[in-house]
């Protein structure tokens, strides 16, 4: 093993990060790293600032009038919230994906292309139809939808809409994906399926995923950040975070005593 190997990348930075709706504060100075290539879990009690956290990774809070960032947040070491970024061409490089699927009342082929339409990544219909299979095959969704690329979206599975929103998501060549929830509306067969990419996704991709669930924490996620409160109480890999928590909080969530 050489050095690279034992150090990953730091790809995303949060310093001194807190949130306010209005006068609320809901994130009280968090700092947390993301590595690359890794899939990162949060998780922590309802309310405890999970998802805020996360839409704070490519400025989905910016969308909610009285909710104000403050802090530094970095990708590849760049202040994303810099007055210079731009913000759809963040939203690109950190896709997400949300709790309940939400593709476009579109075909399932116009699902995929709108993003890389917008963005200019394609100069022809042969070079959409690449991203289509591409996305969709990186998806797993490929072979149950090839036959019925220009029916509706909506008219999948749930499963199979999440694997869409997915695909859709990868579909502009993000480096970095927020998942919310992704599975909680979805069945265990679903759920299992959606895992398993989630652990093929991590080859190419960073993640960062709020569950609410342990189990899935521990199964797809190798560093683990615990939040309560708005604090975060601890993070470490996922395996110390599940056998040996430093933190009596970790322990007493972990275990069920709150929650
Ligand atoms: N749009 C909003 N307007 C006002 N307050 C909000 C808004 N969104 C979240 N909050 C508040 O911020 C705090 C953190 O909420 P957040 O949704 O980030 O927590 P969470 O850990 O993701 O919760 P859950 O697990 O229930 O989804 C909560 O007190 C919540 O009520």
Redesign the pocket.
């Known amino acids: 093993m050489n050095d690279e190997s034992k150090t990953p990348k730091i790809k995303m930075a949060g310093k001194g990060v807190e949130v306010f709706?209005?006068a609320?504060q809901?994130i009280n100075g968090i700092d947390l790293e993301v590595y690359e290539r890794q899939v990162t879990a949060l998780i922590?009690p309802?309310?405890?600032?999970?998802?805020?956290?996360l839409r704070c990774l490519n400025r989905m809070n910016d969308t909610?009038d009285?909710?104000k960032v403050k802090g530094l947040l970095t990708l590849d070491g760049e202040d994303i919230y810099d007055p210079n970024i731009d913000v759809v061409e963040l939203r690109a490089r950190v896709g997400m994906v949300f709790q309940k699927p939400n593709p476009f009342p579109k075909s399932i082929y116009e699902n995929i292309t709108y993003g890389p339409r917008i963005h200019g990544l394609a100069k022809s219909k042969a070079d959409l139809d690449v991203i289509v299979e591409k996305s969709l095959r990186g998806a797993g969704l490929w072979e149950e939808v090839k036959d019925r690329l220009l029916e509706p979206g909506t008219g999948l599975s749930g499963g199979q809409q999440q694997r869409l929103c997915i695909a859709r998501a990868i579909a502009v060549q993000p480096e970095v994906i927020l998942m919310d929830?992704p599975c909680s509306a979805l069945d265990p067969i679903a759920t299992a399926i959606v895992e398993e990419l989630i652990g093929e996704l991590r080859e190419q991709y960073t993640i960062v995923i709020?569950t609410?669930s342990m189990q899935q924490a521990a199964r797809v996620s190798q560093r683990t950040a615990m939040?309560h409160l708005?604090d975060l109480v601890e993070v470490d890999d996922t395996e110390t975070i599940f056998t040996n928590p430093s933190e009596k909080r970790t322990q007493d969530y972990i275990t069920g005593r709150f929650g």
């Not at 309802?46 to 956290?53: I, L, P």
């Open positions: 709706y209005g609320k809901a922590g309802s309310g405890c600032g999970k998802s805020t956290y909610i009285i909710c929830e709020v609410h939040f708005g």
